[in-house]
């Protein structure tokens, strides 16, 4: 077989490999998304043709109050949550490194359990333990506050117990990341810094840190993106509310076209969020790249 053929063939294979992805990404993805971008213009409900509108979706934007109170309380939730979860969650892995065994495992198996839960499940328990007249959790709120708080029902308490709640649930997959990068560092590299005389602090901050940096540039990137698109808890558990404290951009997309039937307009919010979570996802993660590289 001469060397063009195997090339050939080399290809046809590859092809053949990655044609269910292909298919799936354009059927799932790429049509949907386009599909979007086309609605963006019109001024069609969420079913059926409308008519081409231009930009005029998009203009009305800037002048819709709900709209910059939706990105303020996404910009907040995201404040509350992403580096908070990512400490956490290396925390949590840099303690459950030091574990061995069937210990270690049980463990693990703690963390991670809330995180195969469906958000269904997570926001029931947590409406349950913070209920305001039989939730167990109101005592550390009457131990802080002297009384107990309908947290749901307070603009002040809203967005960080739905932070919390959310830390809870989703933490379990960002320390299985951890606990990857952190046994693929070479134990030499440790035990050649005892021999110099490093603390514990030192080995940290040397070592540990460093080669640790990429999955914590993937941690924080991959949790910027949830965050922004953060939808379910705030659905299920507060509604928005109350006076519009944890409403969120996602939330006016579903009002606008499921409850409204303003399909173009709603489409323009979600067109928006999208150039928002690439653009900033873009810039942290080669903001990260720059710092990893000092």
Do not use: C
């Amino acid at each position: 077989m001469s060397l063009q053929s195997r090339r050939r063939k080399a290809n046809l294979t590859a092809m053949v490999l990655i044609a269910p992805f292909v298919a799936t990404f354009a059927i799932f993805f790429a049509y949907p998304t386009l599909k979007v971008l086309q609605l963006s213009f019109t001024d069609s409900p969420l079913i059926g043709d409308g008519n081409w509108i231009g930009v005029d979706n998009y203009v009305r934007l800037l002048g819709d109050r709900l709209f910059y109170t939706s990105l303020v309380n996404n910009a907040y939730f995201v404040l509350l949550t992403v580096i908070p979860t990512t400490a956490i969650a290396l925390g949590i892995a840099l303690m459950i490194s030091r574990l061995r065994g069937r210990l270690q495992a049980l463990i693990m198996v703690l963390f991670f359990f809330p995180y195969i839960l469906p958000v269904s499940v997570v926001t029931l328990i947590w409406t349950w333990m913070l209920d305001f007249q039989y939730g167990i959790l109101q005592g550390v709120f009457t131990l802080f506050t002297g009384k107990p708080v309908a947290v749901f029902k307070n603009p002040h308490w809203v967005m960080p117990v739905i932070a919390a709640v959310t830390i809870w649930w989703t933490n379990g997959f960002n320390v299985l990341l951890f606990l990857a990068g952190l046994r693929n560092i070479p134990t030499d590299l440790y035990e050649a810094a005892k021999l110099d005389g490093a603390t514990a602090w030192q080995r940290f901050r040397r070592v540990t840190w460093p080669l640790l940096w990429p999955i914590t540039a993937m941690v924080l990137t991959l949790q910027l993106i949830l965050q922004l698109k953060i939808f379910d808890q705030v659905y299920l558990l507060s509604k928005g509310g109350p006076f519009n404290s944890s409403y969120v951009l996602l939330l006016q997309v579903y009002r606008e076209a499921f409850q409204l039937d303003h399909g173009g307009y709603g489409s323009a919010i979600a067109m928006t969020l999208v150039v928002i979570i690439v653009i900033f996802s873009v810039l942290q993660f080669q903001l990260l790249r720059v710092v990893g590289r000092r």
